[in-house]
């Protein structure tokens, strides 16, 4: 397994950001992917997860905020973050989406930063 992730960066409160994740290795089309987050001092967060068929579902603090979706001819999954928030800054994750296990036990990849700050 293999996640690759891109498209972090800095940006100013109420900016917005799209962040990329390759995958390779495993049968993509068929695997629920997800992103998490892990701020400074606090655990690993659950941010939005995408079915193989496009179903998506996203946590409350990141509802209509957030956009995931994924292109299963390339084998991406993407973040779209509008409206960011300070409190939106973290490291951002793109995993496999395994929900009966826990967050931190998914296969993830080695993440990219976010920041948002004026």
């Known amino acids: 397994v293999q996640l690759v992730e891109s498209g972090g960066g800095v940006v100013q409160p109420g900016g917005s950001l799209r962040l990329s994740c390759a995958a390779s290795g495993f049968a993509f089309s068929n695997s629920a992917m997800s992103w998490a987050r892990q701020a400074p001092g606090s655990g690993l967060e659950w941010v939005a997860g995408?079915?193989?068929?496009?179903?998506?579902s996203y946590a409350d603090s990141m509802k209509g905020r957030f956009t995931i979706s994924r292109d299963n001819a390339k084998n991406t999954v993407s973040l779209q973050m509008n409206s960011l928030k300070p409190e939106d800054t973290a490291v951002y994750y793109c995993?496999?989406?395994?929900?009966?296990?826990?967050?931190?036990?998914?296969?993830r990849g080695q993440g990219t930063q976010v920041t948002v700050s004026s």
């Open positions: 995408i079915y193989g068929d496009g179903r998506s």
């Open positions: 995993a496999i989406w395994v929900r009966l296990l826990p967050t931190k036990t998914w296969p």
